[in-house]
């Protein structure tokens, strides 16, 4: 028998979920969701579950990850119960369930909290910054007060704590989301198909590209490149690639030399098209274009503002580099960068940005039991 716990409303309500009680199961949401099929029937179920407060099946469910927040099942709820909010609230819930510190419920639940452990990681990352650039103005000051000892040693002790973290909330979802199998005896999709259509779906955001084709759809008569399914390929892309274009920086050269290696144009195009994307999810959420923009959660902000960040400091550096300007105003903006783009990559598993790795794991148990 399953446990049920009517409490559970009032705790996911602490994640976003607006009033979710008013829904009296009409199955509307579901009716317009161009997600559902056999394979994933939601958001209707996962409403169900919070409000018998069956937390275990939510937290085993792929259609978390599946739903891609285009708001038409909002739009359509005759309650105004809001169940893409409640959707998203979820993911926030497993985010935080997934993760062992107890860090990302505080981080959620708490604003002034999210900001207050930016703010400290973002200290602790500049000074760690510092020990990797001995050589800079603001290096010798700082050490003059801290020891170089005390400041890396912290840095790396950040980095392991977060990078554990990581790991642990990926294998949870992996555990979970495992026992979450289609009861079908038809044959499923083999692992080249499951590659094959995952690939895609990451590749070109197919499923997604159905949220803005119904007629009734804002974006129906818009452009390709203005919908949410490209703002968000776009935003995924570009961080991934500016993402390699570091990596490959930091093994095959010091990142200071040249413009014109494959990493750096790589690194330039990705970067225009994390800006592109990211600056087209603000501008929607400024102007509240659609009902799923209406109301942007702080944790959401803090995404985008950060990658926004990230490619604006990150181009003036590009400009800095090609005309050999080297001056303490242009170290601080380096400095600015590279602590921005290290805390989305530390606060990873404690952020909305977990579902870059928790979608795609979602995708592969999704599309392995789906039918061939």
Sequence with gaps: MANINPDFAEEIKKYGAKDFNACFNCGNCTAVCGLT?????????????????????????????LCYACGECSLNCPRQAAPGDYMAALRRYAIAAYEPTGLTK????????????????????????????????????????????????????????????MVWGIFTLIRKISKDKVKDDKKKN??????RKVSDELGTMRRYRTCDSEEESHWKTKPEYVKPWFVHWSIMW??????????????????????????????????????????????????????SYKETNLADWMLLIFLWIAGFTGFWLEVSVGIAAENLFNQIIFMLHTIVSMELVL??????????????????????NTQK
């Design 37 to 65: 099929d056999k394979n994933a029937n939601f958001p209707r179920m996962l409403i169900r579950y919070g409000m018998l407060g069956q937390q275990e099946e939510i937290l085993k469910s792929k259609e978390l990850w």
């Design 106 to 165: 505080l981080i959620f639940k708490s604003n002034p909290f999210s900001i207050f452990i930016t703010l400290i990681l973002a200290v602790v990352l500049g000074f760690f910054l510092l020990t990797i650039k001995p050589d800079y103005i603001i290096s010798r000051w700082i050490f003059e007060i801290m020891p170089y000892e005390v400041i890396h040693n912290m840095g790396l002790v950040i980095f392991s704590l977060t990078g554990l973290s």
């Design 190 to 195: 083999t692992l080249w198909s499951t590659i």
């Design 238 to 291: 570009g961080f991934l690639g500016l993402l390699l274009a570091t990596i490959l920086d930091f093994i095959l050269k010091d990142p200071a030399t040249s413009i014109w290696l494959p990493s750096r144009i790589l690194g330039t195009a990705a970067g225009i098209m994390m800006m592109y994307g990211a600056s087209l999810a603000i501008y929607y959420r400024i102007n509240k274009v659609t009902r």
């Design 347 to 368: 606060l990873f598993a404690f952020s909305k940005f977990a579902h870059a790795i928790y979608r795609p794991v979602a995708l592969w148990f999704y599309y392995n």
